[in-house]
């Protein structure tokens, strides 16, 4: 399972949707300029991001179901 393709992308991609999660996090909870410019943007992009990942991990599922090892 550690080499599969859609294995890594789908954990790269998780780990992007918490890299972006924590920066925003991080954000709101300073507050201040940078808070109030990005951070529709920040929870926009996170939400594409796990779009994307939810994609690849139904898109592993199905591969490894359907015997594409």
Sequence with gaps: MGNDP???L?????LVVVVILMIGIG??????????R???RLMRYRVAAQAVAVLLIVGFAWWNSSGGN
């Design 6 to 8: 859609f294995f890594i």
């Design 10 to 14: 789908a954990v790269v991609a998780c």
């Design 27 to 36: 954000s709101l909870a300073r507050g201040g300029d940078f808070n109030r």
């Design 38 to 40: 990005h951070s529709n």
